[in-house]
Nanobody
Framework: QVQVAESGGGLVQPGGSLRLSCVVS????????MGWFRQTPGKEREFVGA??????YYADSVRSRFTVSRDNAKKMLYLEMNNLKPEDTAKYYC???????????????WGQGTQVTVSS
């Protein structure tokens, strides 16, 4: 069974930066399109960005500020977040994404996520 574990969240001031990490155990990581989603209380999870065979792609709200990258040898996914805004406050999750889409794959289960809080 494939599992994911996110880390790296925390409290940061507006304009600051954070790097989130996600380790994937099991499966054939290098063949997956992997992505990040985020969720705030009372709202549905929203797509943030993903990386796969076609490269990386992002939600409009984070494009040019966030960068998704991966290390296939280590089965790691990363989210570099710059110029953070209070509206980026959310719990962030990594998951396999249906290739070329903004939809999570049903072949993965959601992890615990990591909380990012942007506040002065």
């Amino acid at each position: 069974q494939v599992q994911v574990a996110e880390s790296g969240g925390g409290l940061v001031q507006p304009g600051g930066s954070l790097r989130l990490s996600c380790v994937v155990s099991g499966g054939t990581f290098s063949t997956y399109t992997m992505g990040w989603f985020r969720q705030t209380p009372g709202k549905e999870r929203e797509f943030v960005g993903a990386i796969g065979q076609i490269g990386s792609y992002y939600a409009d709200s984070v494009r040019s500020r966030f960068t998704v990258s991966r290390d296939n040898a280590k089965k790691m996914l990363y989210l570099e977040m710059n110029n953070l805004k209070p509206e980026d406050t959310a719990k962030y999750y990594c998951i396999r994404v249906m290739a070329g889409t903004k939809k999570p794959s049903e072949s993965f289960s959601w992890g615990q996520g990591t909380q990012v809080t942007v506040s002065s």
